[in-house]
């Protein structure tokens, strides 16, 4: 058995890099995760030795010390036999006192730096004999690989020296899957386990820290396989005379032609062989910043997405505020406080607050922006628009949500127009920005041809998108007489998501049109039960209004139901209801006049 310093096994480790076909596989013991809070073998071995003496009686304690023939001066070599008798009367005590002992822990730095290693490089297979989670944590913290964990033996065949991911073999099982710990568990190893870790050895040269050969099952396949690629037995200095080392590890070293190896700690150890693979410590923590900064950015946008989508069910909305009033208020809290206040002075109140705390925070400056807009103070809301654009000049979406501001608030086409634009030059790729676009075009310049373009356009991007396939099928409904085509495009977009209660309500009118009433009736009632619970006023005001001009034997409470919407102020702007007046002046309709006038006041921009 040859002994050689660290130095010269990380020069060593610095030429195999010229050969890529060159593969080593790291065994970890409990060595390995002591630096990281978990205690190794030997420290639980004369914990729970003491813990027996204590709960037994002198005779027991007696009797079983002379059975077991444990030395007291080398516990560790006796753990599986302290465990058994520590939990004797009930073993899943000893899986719960694992599992509190481990719980909390994290990854030390030398198990950061062994995942880069793990995700960089051909040596990405971990061996150990330890039940904790050390290494796939390092790896969801550290890096955005996902290994594969075999943590059972019936996952064996799942284990290939040829996978392209980190792969995790927990020779003892995984902390939650019932870890072997007794003589009898852990002296033999399961054979299918054994026959996949034979084949990763054909391939793979062991790396062995911080393992003390203790248990029959691993070290005991290793007596008995050849290694071609030979075996680095690493070890701490205070432990690297040869007398330190079992006859069991000794015997095991000369047969494979071995290499003792003189070392500090586990983290000391990957630190070391971290500059071997040109690992940037530099950027260490940035990259980890940033990982979980992703992490909390996606968390963050989906949220606001929930709470800011007019048909989220307002239990969920609910749920989200109780969920946020808890602890000290973020820029999301404020925002989400904002959209459940019904009064407006007090949510441009709360935004406002929100905004002093966050002043650069986007939705909160577009949610003031919104609110100003209810409050009717549209100059200063299209100051804050403009600010989320200089704010965030390269975001389609927000040239987008300040293009709908100017069409549909502020009146000003024109510059609406170069703000559609201005998104589609920046993300030509999205289906949303041609379907905005494209609505622009049909309301303000009449033009069918190139509305046509952009939904078509919005299809093609995104063919899984329910809007453009309704806004289509609206245009080809009001702009031409291609009835089966528009009918064609509503079933397209009612397949792609049954739960879309406006594209029901469109339908409807459609259906309206060709006197197919009891099946807009059908539709119009749809659209009102999905929209029970998202309340959007200008479809609830547009299938009330349907309701009356056609239907209005069946709904005697429309006509008020349409004048109490009006009264608040709710509309259904530039939609086209000039067909469903004809339609209802052609049946007869009691009061056309009323129909007509209110046709005029849901739609026109006063």
């Known amino acids: 058995m040859k002994t050689i310093s660290f130095d010269r096994f990380l020069k ?37 030795f ?44 000893g899986y719960q006192v694992l599992q509190q002992m481990m719980e909390g822990i994290n990854p030390s730095c030398g198990y950061a730096i062994l995942s880069q290693i793990l995700v960089s490089s051909q040596h990405n297979t971990v061996i150990t004999t330890n039940f904790d989670s050390l290494t796939e944590d390092a790896l969801f913290i550290y890096t955005q690989k996902k290994p594969l964990v075999i943590g059972h033996e019936l996952l064996s065949d799942f284990a290939s020296p040829f996978i392209s991911r980190p792969l995790i073999i927990k020779i003892h099982r995984d902390l939650y899957l019932a870890p072997q710990n007794t003589s009898e568990e852990t002296d033999s190893l399961n054979p299918e386990l054994g026959t996949a870790l034979s084949y990763i050895f054909k391939y793979y040269t062991p790396i062995i820290i911080g393992y003390g050969g203790n248990d029959g099952s691993l070290m005991g396949l290793m007596e008995n396989i050849e290694l071609n690629n030979r075996l680095f037995w690493l070890q701490y200095q205070r432990d690297t005379d040869h007398t330190s080392l079992s006859d069991r590890i000794t015997g095991l070293m000369e047969k494979h032609n071995g290499t003792l190896i003189k070392t500090g700690g586990f983290d000391e150890i990957m630190i070391q062989m971290g500059s071997i693979f040109d690992i940037n410590y530099n950027s260490f923590g940035k990259e980890i ?6 992490r909390a950015e996606i968390f963050e946008k989906q949220i606001r997405d929930i709470i800011l989508n007019s048909e989220t069910d307002n239990d969920v909305k609910d749920a989200l505020s109780e969920g946020f009033s808890k602890g000290e208020e973020s820029a999301l809290s404020f925002l989400i406080r904002s959209e459940r206040e019904p009064n407006l002075e007090i949510k441009a109140n709360i935004v406002a607050d929100g905004l ?15 609110v100003l807009t209810e409050l009717n103070d549209l100059d200063k809301a299209n100051q804050y628009y403009q600010k989320t654009i200089d704010i965030d000049s390269k975001n389609s979406e927000r040239y ?24 589609i030059k920046i993300d030509s790729e999205n289906s949303v920005l041609y379907n905005s676009y494209g609505i622009f075009l049909k309301e303000f310049h009449k033009d069918f041809h190139k509305a046509e373009q952009n939904y ?18 609206n245009l080809l409904c009001d702009f031409s007489t291609e009835y089966e085509k528009s009918e064609a495009y509503y079933r397209k977009g009612i397949a792609l998501n049954k739960k879309k209660a406006g594209i029901y309500g469109n339908y409807a009118k459609l259906l309206i049109i060709q006197k197919r009433f009891h099946e807009a009736l059908e539709n119009i009632n749809k659209s009102m039960e999905l929209n029970k619970n998202r309340k959007r006023i200008p479809l609830e005001i547009e299938l009330w209004f ?13 006509k008020e139901m349409i004048a109490s919407y009006l009264k608040l102020g709710y509309k259904s702007l530039r939609w086209d209801l ?19 006038d209110f046709a005029k006041q849901i739609t026109e921009v006063v």
Request: glycine content about 2%.
């Open 12 to 48: 060593y480790m610095e030429e195999q890099k010229k050969y890529p076909e060159k593969r080593f596989c790291f065994i970890l013991g409990a060595g390995a995760s002591k630096q990281s809070g978990i205690p190794t073998g030997s420290e639980l071995a004369k914990r729970w």
């Open 50 to 93: 003491e813990e027996i003496k204590n709960i037994s009686n002198k005779e027991e304690f007696e009797i079983w010390l002379n059975t077991s023939k444990i030395n007291e001066e080398n516990l560790s070599d006796h753990y599986t036999e302290i465990y058994k008798e520590r939990f004797i009367v009930d073993k899943f005590q």
């Open 289 to 294: 910043c940033k990982i979980a900064n992703q």
């Open 356 to 370: 002093k705390e966050y002043p650069s925070n986007l939705e909160l400056i577009e949610a003031y922006a919104k």
């Open 400 to 423: 987008n949500t300040y293009a709908k501001f100017l069409k549909n608030i502020y009146n000003d086409p024109d510059a609406a127009e170069q703000n559609y634009l201005k998104a």
């Open 456 to 473: 078509l356009k919005a299809i093609e991007v995104n063919p899984k998108d329910t809007a453009p396939y309704n806004n289509y099928a």
């Open 546 to 558: 349907y309701r009356y001009a056609i239907f209005y034997k069946d709904y005697p409470e429309s």
């Open 578 to 596: 000039s067909k469903i007046v004809e339609i209802a002046e052609e049946i007869g309709h009691p009061d056309i006049e009323q129909v007509k």
